[in-house]
């Protein structure tokens, strides 16, 4: 009589030949091993990589239960799974995950009632010393929304009691508002060096609208408002699974970008030519993306001479700089911006500075009189 294979000795990970696959029994049901990218475990020969992931399987399910007790390296492979379901976007996600990966190999066995804030400042010391204020902000606000999803009832399930980093201060941002306008006359310098009429058309109406490179991106027919007068980014007209626009998360609210007579022209135009998908496209007929944008944003300013001075970001930065020098409120630049009247407040402060330079030299410019 042959000998009744044993499957899941002591629970661990068993080999199925028909199906190139490894299992594991638990409760008496046959659970197929998958590795972080959601892949099958195969190989006959991979008995190491079944047994990883299924040591990370029983890790990430006794996370509730060890609190504080758990790996720092677990609360941000959990929050780094949630981002996955929640489909943030590519740049952000792996923004994220390196920020992590890089963190880790520094404090690889860190315990969560062990970490303190003065490991993340360790680890930009130690590992990423040429890193300013700016990438520092970014991913230390990365490891404390990690920590603050892991505490939630509601979004990590409150999986350790208290937050770590709670009350941990960021490195100010550095505000590149000012360093980044450039004048109509530079402006259209730049665009004499560009020929192709693609290229052409997304410079063009970043510049007439001041909006996020990033919507112009997403833009397509379906946007345009009824009039034609404007794109509008909402929940009814985005393809299920994409990100609205930047802050729907926060407000709810459509974001509407009005269009200025000269883009108007150009945006109807590529709505007609792709009545489907992303209307402004590059030279090869792919949608734009950040990288691809601002790559081409660079060579041209470097052409141009204005090598960190013009960016993607130039013609909103330019726009809304304009807007108040004009007199218009921050109300009003708010909203033909797609922002918050605080945030064009703080970000457009040299504004306010360029006004009382001008005060000042006109108060020098002023004789003394008698009284």
């Given at each position: ?11 661990k ?9 490894w299992?594991?029994t638990i ?6 091993l ?11 020969d ?30 941000l492979?959990?929050?780094l799974?949630?981002?996955e ?21 520094r ?9 303190k804030p ?10 990423h010393?040429?890193w ?19 505490t939630?009832?509601?979004k ?15 490195p ?7 360093e ?12 004499k060096l ?11 109406v ?33 393809e ?12 709810g ?11 108007r022209?150009?945006v109807?135009r ?13 030279p ?17 300013a ?42 064009i407040h ?15 030299l ?9 009284t």
């Amino acid at each position: 009589m042959g000998r009744t294979r044993e499957r899941g000795v002591r629970g661990k990970p068993w080999y199925r030949g028909e199906r190139d696959q490894w299992f594991v029994t638990i409760d008496g049901k046959k659970q197929p091993l998958v590795d972080g990218k959601g892949n099958p475990v195969r190989g006959k020969d991979n008995r190491l990589g079944a047994e990883k992931v299924w040591h990370e399987m029983a890790v990430m399910a006794a996370a509730p239960d060890n609190g504080s007790d758990n790996e720092v390296r677990t609360i941000l492979d959990l929050y780094l799974q949630d981002m996955e379901r929640r489909k943030v976007t590519t740049k952000t996600f792996e923004t994220y995950a390196g920020y992590f990966k890089s963190f880790l190999a520094r404090y690889p066995k860190l315990l969560v009632c062990d970490l303190k804030p003065s490991h993340i400042h360790g680890w930009w010391q130690a590992s990423h010393p040429d890193w300013g204020n700016s990438t520092r902000n970014l991913s230390g606000a990365a490891f404390k929304a990690a920590f603050r999803w892991a505490t939630a009832a509601g979004k990590g399930g409150a999986i350790i009691p208290r937050n770590p980093l709670d009350g941990m201060p960021l490195p100010t941002m550095r505000k590149r508002s000012a360093e980044v306008v450039v004048s109509d006359q530079e402006f259209s310098d730049l665009m004499k060096l560009v020929k192709s009429e693609e290229v052409r058309d997304v410079l063009f109406v970043a510049w007439e609208t001041g909006t996020r490179p990033v919507n112009l991106s997403r833009a397509s027919k379906a946007n345009l408002t009824e009039d034609g007068n404007a794109l509008m980014f909402a929940d009814w007209n985005t393809e299920a699974g994409s990100a609205v626009h930047k802050t729907f998360k926060q407000t709810g609210r459509p974001l509407v970008v009005p269009l200025t007579d000269a883009a108007r022209v150009i945006v109807h135009r590529l709505a007609e030519k792709y009545p489907d998908g992303p209307i402004f496209r590059t030279p090869t007929g792919l949608p734009w993306t950040d990288l691809r944008l601002a790559n081409t944003v660079l060579h041209y300013a470097k052409r141009a001479g204005l090598k960190g001075r013009f960016t993607a970001y130039s013609c909103r930065h330019t726009r809304a700089t304009a807007l108040l020098e004009q007199g218009h409120s921050d109300t009003d630049v708010a909203a033909i911006l797609g922002n918050t009247p605080g945030v064009i407040h703080r970000n457009y402060s040299h504004v306010a500075a360029k006004v009382n330079r001008l005060r000042d030299l006109l108060n020098q410019s002023r004789k003394p009189t008698g009284t």
